[in-house]
């Protein structure tokens, strides 16, 4: 959910402004590329080719995936995901199979707590081991995470960067917090300016 919405022939100022506010190389690059791509999700026949794309990188990474008549009651039981999701979904959740120790891997929603689209809240909470701030900082970084697989895939990276509220504090932090989420992720080896063989990368992380 946006939490404010900009309309949208407001959105390229908005744009111009983060940018003009970021100031690493490596975070202007980064960025650049998250605009480039579309601001509205594929539907149809591009929709399924992003889903297959994206179910064929959390595979990579190691993920199992249920087939589509499985009935899931969350993203990842820890065992699997669920492949019906939207290719933004899945890449998310991939980035948190990435981001997860080994332990928390085999955790219902990674040990963070119910997300939105959880049906069994209840087990969800049960199996949550993070504080409220570490959740909030794996969420971050899961977020932008995946925000950069969509670009490198030619997904619309930029609708999800809308919608997952990077735009928030536009004026005051919002800028600051991208540049250091994505500083996080680069000193663990998951991210290059030049943008080479990401998955790879992060599959031996």
Known sequence: MILTAIPREQLDEALDRFMARLEDPFSRTVFRRIRATSRDRAVGA?????????????????????????????????????????AYVILHEAAHFVLAPSERR?????????????????????????SPLAREEDEAAASL????????????????????????????????????????LQRRGLLDPTWPAVFDKAATH
């Not at 955790?107 to 993070?130: K, M, Q, Y």
């Not at 925000?147 to 600051?176: K, M, T």
């Open 46 to 86: 591009a929709a399924k080719r992003h889903r297959r794309a994206a179910l064929s990188l959390a595979q990579s990474l190691g993920m199992a995936v249920y087939p589509e008549d499985a009935e899931c009651a969350f993203n990842w039981d820890g065992r699997a995901l669920d492949g019906t999701t939207e």
């Open 106 to 130: 085999r955790l219902v929603d990674f040990g963070l707590g119910p997300g939105p689209d959880t049906r069994d809240r209840d087990a969800a909470a049960r199996a949550a081991v993070l």
């Open 145 to 184: 995470l995946g925000i950069v697989w969509e670009a490198q895939l030619g997904q619309p990276a930029l609708a999800s960067f809308l919608d997952q509220n990077w735009l928030e504090g536009l004026e005051r932090s919002a800028h600051s917090h991208f540049a250091a989420v994505l500083g996080r």
